[in-house]
């Protein structure tokens, strides 16, 4: 590896934990079911039972993903084009296993693809405009492209707790009756967790979160806390970038607006 192409692996290999963006199950709709009973006689118009249902989208919490992370240095800084298994498939993990970073690189035309994952979503619901989503085979794994990064200050990269301005234009809606995991910052900021990952500690799992605070080497006058949801909440914005943290075990974290 060149000394430039190694400065700037050093540079951005943390990011990789920060990215977690958008993309997912559709937003949930409302149809009509209509029962028409057969007409008694010809003469008469059939008799119409209309009933309006409810359909609930499959929440995507839990959900295994992965990313590919494809960086190259431009005139204002070092971009990340972002892409994401889900909801093509949950990254299988043989697969995962035997990816070639390297050869994506080359193929793509970029400086550097990075893997991210594994990685599990803590969302219900995803909200974005798909009309940008391009879809892609990335050493072998199907990939939805949702986001890009670009990384101004290559010296706040890889800080924990340090956040980054992602551009994915997406919401995050966590449905009533959920637990959600905050970082709270001296300063009132609050952070939610969006996705935990496995790539530190590979046994991490849900249940283990509400527990994390003994784990986290947290900056002075930070708190991490559990809460469970008496109403929906929804992070973020379609119109605007996120921004986005990680703790020390990369578990990655959304600016609560």
């Given at each position: ?8 692996f ?5 990011l ?11 937003e949930?709709t ?9 007409a ?6 059939a008799?119409v039972?209309?009933?309006?249902t409810?359909?609930?989208?499959e929440?995507?919490?839990g959900?295994?993903?992965?990313e590919f ?27 995962w ?11 793509e035309?970029?400086?550097l ?10 969302m219900?619901e ?5 009309g940008?989503?391009?879809?892609k ?14 990384i ?33 910052a ?15 500690d ?10 994390l605070a ?6 002075a006058g930070?708190?991490y ?10 992070v ?7 921004q986005?943290?990680?703790d020390?075990?990369l ?7």
């Open positions: 590896m060149s000394r430039p192409l190694s400065r700037l050093l540079l951005v290999a943390p990789v934990a920060l990215t977690a963006c958008g993309g997912g199950d559709d949930a409302t149809v009509a079911i209509t029962d028409a009973s057969s008694p006689v010809a003469t008469e118009p008799a039972e209309s009933t309006t409810e359909v609930v989208a929440s995507m919490r959900k295994r993903y992965c992370l494809l960086l190259a240095p431009t005139e204002n800084g070092i971009v990340a084009t972002v892409y994401n298994t889900f909801p093509l498939n949950d990254c299988p993990a043989d697969q296993a035997s990816i070639d970073p390297p050869a994506v690189a080359q193929a035309g970029v400086v693809a990075m893997a991210n994952g594994p990685r599990y979503w803590l219900d995803v909200g974005r405009d798909q940008d989503v391009i879809t085979t990335l050493s072998g794994i199907e990939m939805n492209r949702y986001a890009t990064v670009t101004t200050d290559p010296k706040s990269v890889g800080i924990p707790y340090s956040p980054q301005t992602v551009d994915r234009k997406a919401t995050f809606m966590f449905r009533a009756g959920a637990t959600i995991f905050v970082l709270s001296p300063d009132g900021s609050r952070f939610v967790m969006q996705s935990w990952s496995q790539q530190r590979p046994n991490l799992v849900e249940s283990d979160l509400a527990g003994t784990r986290l080497t947290l900056p930070w708190t806390a559990s809460e469970t949801l008496t109403e929906d909440f929804v973020g914005t379609d119109r605007a970038p996120a986005v943290l990680q020390d075990l578990n990655s974290y959304s600016l609560v607006d």
